[in-house]
């Protein structure tokens, strides 16, 4: 029996490895071939099959291309030349694709910010673009109009809706434009692959987001290989509701739809509360995860209804194994592929068998070929640790260190990185195991174990030390999700005074059943002495970035002074537990008053 697991394990991973390197090797970066003309042959393929659903409205694949065609012509109209940038902000739209896709055409790249950004954190990422439009809707002009008058430069700024004051119709100019492809060999003769295609930002999870610089070779990569590693058909139907200006939602997911002939159902945001029902009402087949929305449905109260759906995969990143288990187990959804990668990187993996928890497998027999390691990793400077001869270090199965990625010029070891140079410069990682080589680092601490799965630690700066040992985030919230009561886990690392290293702290979302002693009982006997919470922060609920991911700098900022907020606070108190903190736990802490 083992030696049949064996076999299996191995003909499923080689079997999507392959399906996936079938559809992605044809990229190069010297290639006139580019993600526009993949999806001008899908939409000549599939011209009159549904292309993608949004509140209640279907466009075939020939509509779709037509509406970008549409943006095609305006872009020109505009003398937008190819090379220059057009902001998109905008939420979940049928449009959305259609812009940057026709947009593409005429080689004008496109910037997808975040349309929950306001203030001044919209304004750098609008000035970063180096945007001179701006394509906005009703719902995201008032964040624009705040702060037009603060930027570097004008910002022309165009609605989808009716325009007031300096805003000017873009429906209204569409009109006029023509739904028919423009002139291949005019609008974009002599580009090719390496050129911009997108500009996507990091989640700004710890401070301002970064303009990664997406160009059309790397949107293929995950456009096809997702069309490969899914193995999704013409009749698939995907569920999306992430953001499109998120790679995983904007690109992984399209291409699995759109170059295999099946079907989006977009939808605007993600509801926990009728996310089973819409899939079963629209027949989906499969649904795209990330971070927590995954535990988001696992926290709604069981139901009869559970497993009544055709969901036979669902793909992702970020599932965590509780989590994961609820899943296969309670949902019974038909299969999970977890990926990782990142946006602007040149690194990633994909977990083809299944095996749950893991990120990805790199077998002993393909270690050659792919331009992954993990190296041995410093937490307190945050930096890779060189050996005697100067280079680094590569973990052994089961320690865990930095995941990087060997730069070169072919599509997937290519590394474009940011619109900010000197921050493309801190990804890179020189002279690593040779004079002159290059490394991208991924910034995240990952393991392996002897069957070559990788597993994900924690990110980078999210690992801190206490009592000479480093704790990681990740890990201390898996455990903490198991308590009675304890819906949401975000967990950091704070200071106290001038002691060395961070304590450790979670911020909860709880429910009714959650009890404080309960937890203290909890940790006890789930962690060990150096990674149980010393401090406790109970919240309504958890500041997320807009594609899930937990935001920590306000949190840490805050760490465990009453002063700093109303949410209830709690210390562990070496003899008597967890105590709600006042104004004097709070000062006898600072003044070392208890022996931690």
Sequence with gaps: MRLQARFKREWLFL????????????????????????????????????????????????????????????????????????ALFMPNRLEYLAIWYGLSKVGVATA????????????????????????????????FEQVKDGLGRHVQQWILGAAQGDQRDLLNALKSCSQLRPDREAAR????????????????????PKAARINHMRVQLYMRGFAGSTDARHTDRIYVTLPLYHATGGLCAMGAGLLNGGSIVLRKKFSATYFWSDIRAE???????????????????????????????????????????????????????EFYGATEGNVSFFN?????????????????????????????????????????????????????????????????GYADKAATEKKVLHDVFAKGDAWFRTGDLMRTDSDGYIYFVDRIGDTFRWKGENVATSEVAERLAGVTGVLEVNVYGVKIGELDGKAGMASLVVGPDFEIATLAEHVDRELPTYARPIFVRLQREIETTGTFKYRKIDLVT???????????????????????????????????????
């Design 15 to 86: 079997k999507g490895m392959l399906r996936t390197l079938k559809r992605v090797k044809s990229i190069t970066p010297d290639s006139e071939n580019l993600i526009c003309d993949d999806l001008e042959a899908a939409v000549d393929r599939w011209s009159s099959s549904r292309a993608i659903t949004f509140e209640g409205k279907t466009i075939s694949y020939a509509e779709l291309d037509a509406m970008a065609n549409r943006y095609a012509h305006w872009a020109k109209g505009q003398s937008i030349t190819r090379g220059q940038t057009v």
């Design 112 to 143: 997808l910010i975040n349309n929950q950004l306001t203030g001044p954190a919209l304004a750098h990422c609008l000035n970063i673009s180096q945007a001179l439009h701006c394509i906005v809707d009703p719902e995201t002009s008032p964040c």
């Design 189 to 208: 003769g002599g580009l090719t692959a390496k050129d911009t295609a997108l500009y996507i930002f990091t989640s700004g999870t710890t401070g301002l």
């Design 283 to 337: 027949n989906c087949t499969m649904f795209v995860y990330i971070g927590e929305l995954c535990r988001y449905l696992a926290n709604q109260p069981v139901s009869d209804s559970d497993r009544d759906h055709k969901i036979r995969l669902i793909f992702g990143n970020g599932l965590r194994p509780d989590v994961w288990d609820d899943m296969m187990d309670r949902f019974k959804v038909g299969g999970v592929l």
């Design 352 to 416: 083809f068998d299944g095996r749950r928890g893991a990120i990805g497998r790199l077998p002993g027999y393909l270690k050659g070929k792919f331009n992954t390691r993990i190296v041995k990793f410093d937490v307190e400077n945050e930096m890779p640790i060189r050996g005697p001869d100067g280079c680094c270090i590569e973990c052994a199965p089961g320690d865990v260190g930095e995941c990087i990625g060997q730069i070169a010029n072919d599509a997937r070891s290519n590394f474009t």
């Design 558 to 596: 805050d760490g465990f002074d009453p002063t700093r907020t109303k949410d209830p606070l709690y210390f562990r108190d070496p003899v008597k537990g967890y105590v709600k903190i006042t104004k004097a736990v709070f000062t006898k802490v600072m003044a070392g008053g208890y022996k931690l």
